[in-house]
């Protein structure tokens, strides 16, 4: 099985919380391949550079070496088009990053692990994962 981490559950494990760290080793231990897509990786990058924790910055770094990337395509483009569509007819609006998230995730068949059930959980055909 394929996770992807948002952009939440990463600054939960470069801030050190051991809960997450753990779940997040034992996925990998089991044989599950576990990514980051790049907008959270230019979320949590943008972030720490902001404001200057260059030691965290160092850790996430590593740690997105270590995972791995995941790149958008047309096709992550294409289903955020269209998720974006569905949810502006609804009413329920969410950021552009968590659509791209989101549409990355369905693209590859990956679960998406995160802590923001409240506007992912309004994109069609999703799979989350919700850790707190």
């Known amino acids: 099985m394929t996770y992807f981490l948002d952009t939440n559950i990463i600054s939960y494990i ?5 809960e997450i760290r753990t779940k997040t080793a034992k996925l990998i231990a089991n044989g599950h391949e576990v990514k980051i897509p790049v907008v959270a990786y230019y ?20 740690f997105a070496q270590k995972l791995g990337l995941v790149n ?11 998720v974006y569509a569905d949810l502006r007819k609804s009413g329920n609006i969410i950021e552009d990053s968590d659509i791209f998230i989101g549409s990355a995730s369905i693209e590859y068949g990956a679960i998406l692990i995160t802590n923001n059930e409240e506007h992912l959980s309004r994109i069609k055909d999703i799979r989350l994962e919700v850790w707190n």
């Open 14 to 18: 470069i801030k050190g919380n051991s």
């Open 43 to 62: 979320e949590a990058k943008r972030g720490l550079l902001a404001t200057g924790a260059s030691t965290k910055l160092q850790k996430f770094l590593n």
């Open 72 to 82: 958008t395509t047309v096709e992550t483009f294409d289903i955020a088009s269209n």
